[in-house]
């Protein structure tokens, strides 16, 4: 299964969770996927919108080992299939150059616009 992730997860960060995603996935390289992405403080939140005129860049890992390591990002995300989530973890086709990939993405439901958008769409160069 692959993932796709464009906030503290990402493979430049060094977090517990980034370094267990690393170690526990192999890096297929970077791509993006329509919608927008918000400065939520210490980390981000991204909409998945078809139509949006608006990219979401971030990397994409194929996971070795899905259920374990897939329960413990839901944890990290915060994900309890309750309505009050901030995020839900769905799939999405993203653009890795000229293939589109089939990913699992953690997607931001709270976007209200009160967010801050990052107009770049990548978390690294907010």
């Known amino acids: 299964m692959n993932l796709f992730v464009y906030g503290t997860l990402r493979n430049t960060y060094d977090n ?12 297929l390289g970077h791509g993006y996927v ?4 918000f400065d939520l403080g210490w980390y981000p939140g991204a909409t ?19 259920q374990s390591i897939l329960k413990q990002l839901d944890d990290y995300e915060g994900i309890e299939n309750h309505p009050d989530d ?17 990913c699992q993405m953690y997607v931001f439901l709270k976007a209200d616009g009160q967010q801050t958008l990052i107009e770049s769409g990548n978390y690294l160069r907010k």
Not at 16 to 27: D, G, Y
Not at 34 to 37: A, F, K
């Open 48 to 66: 998945y919108e078809p139509d949006s005129l608006y990219r979401v860049w971030g990397d994409v890992f194929t996971l070795t080992d899905d």
């Open 34 to 37: 329509p919608g927008r992405l």
């Open 86 to 102: 901030e995020y839900a973890r769905i799939d999405v086709p993203v653009q890795m150059g000229d293939e589109q990939v089939t």
């Open 16 to 27: 517990p969770m980034a370094q267990l995603l690393r170690k526990n996935a192999r890096l």
